[in-house]
């Protein structure tokens, strides 16, 4: 009997010989099972590769050829879309920075008044400026009065020069009508400041300075005490010095706080007056007189006469 | 050639449905073996050739699925398909009981085998254990699952075989 006869005969045990074999053969080598999902995959990525890039130029050219229609109204869409998303946007920015800057003011403002208590202090906000002119929207039934002080937390700002039920007109720096009572820092160099009234330089001048006094550029000038304004706060600094061949000569002030760039100001509704005022100089002391204890002896007639 | 196709099928079928679905009927950590259920239907119904294919073909997939050493499903299902189609023949099989009993001793012999190849490959695994938590309910469970899976398959094989005549 031939091999292959008994082999065929007997089938189903050379079967069962020839797969058991396999799998022992498998188990001692340690054959992993994901080599066979591993072909699975690799088979049916290869198969099926070019159908997937058929697939995907087709998909292409179908996107191309709608693209031309649709995408355009899209595209405008999205452009419209965006537009406004753009617009909203740099409103947000603008108002954010516009916020950052108010706050920034209002931080300075109540460290101003909190380092001056000697000021009792009324916050205004600006609502119109012309002509050297600022409108506050604080008036006389919020307690403004005329000459009061104006002032921010860099300096002196001006003065009230009209007030009306709900409003008030400052006189800067700027004004003709603002006159400060004023002293340079460093030579204490009297004098009285005064607006230009141009609009083209921004300055303010001092007049009433003796040839003799030394004033330079870059002095800084303050108020000086005796009049609606408290001393020692700043108004501003020299830039120049003229002599125009009169006896006095006179300084141009670019003032501390820039009217034309103020939202808020403080009205001074009352201010303490400055330890040093109060006690004045050796030289301004008034001399201490001693009453008399002589008896008033002229006659009634000649005392009444007039 | 149409009745090895739709048999080929069906044995890929079974084994995806074994590794996929079925997980919704697991009881207790515990699932039927339905390709082992196909491996003793082959084996009564036809033959043991037949039966040793579906259980490589079946072992095979499970042993993808499983991720384990190629040829651990393969090994048990061929030797049970072989016995079984063995003892068939000396057996009536055509009683339902009988038929739940044969699948029951298959399970049990594969779950015995499987848990010995285990053991050969990482001792550490205890094989009482296996056997005990793992074998035998997976055989109770299988044979209980036996008559509907018998029933849907002489459903599909009869009618299969019918055309195939038919055919011829």
Known sequence: MSLARRIAENRPTAVLVVLLGLSLLSLTSGTPSAVIGNALRTAVSVVAHPFWIVAHTMSKGTDYLTGLVVAYDALRDENDFLRERFASASRRAADRAELWEQNDRLRRMIAFERTEPRLTLQPAEVIGRFEGTLIVDRGAVHGVRELMCAMSADGIVGVVRRVMPFQSYIATLHHPECNVGAVTARGRVYGRVQGTGSDLTHVCEMHYIDLKDDVRPGDRVVTCGGSVFPSGYPIGTVTDVSNRGTLVKAASIQPAADPYRIDEVFLVRKAAEDVDDLAGTEETAPAFVQATDVPEDRPLQERLAP | ?168
């Not at chain 2, 490959?121 to 009482?128: N, S, T, Y």
């Open chain 2, 1 to 168: 050639m149409r009745k090895n196709l739709f048999w080929l099928a069906f044995v890929v079928g079974a084994a995806l449905v074994q590794t996929t679905w079925l997980e919704v009927v697991r009881v207790e950590g515990v699932l039927p073996d339905l390709v082992l259920v196909l491996v003793v239907y082959f084996a009564i119904a036809e033959s043991e050739e037949r039966a040793m294919f579906t259980g490589a073909v079946g072992g095979i997939l499970q042993d993808v699925a499983s991720d384990t050493t190629l040829g651990h499903h393969v090994l048990c299902n061929v030797v049970v398909a072989y016995a079984v189609g063995r003892l068939a023949t000396r057996l009536i099989t055509e009683h339902a009981a009988v038929k739940a009993g044969l699948v029951l001793l298959g399970s049990l012999a594969q779950g015995i085998l499987f848990a010995g190849i285990r053991y050969v490959q990482q001792p550490e695994i205890g094989v009482l254990k296996t056997i005990l938590t793992s074998a035998v309910p997976t055989a109770f469970y299988t044979s209980l699952v036996t008559p509907l899976v018998f029933f849907v398959l002489e459903r599909c094989f009869r009618s299969s075989m019918t055309v195939q005549a038919g055919a011829d």
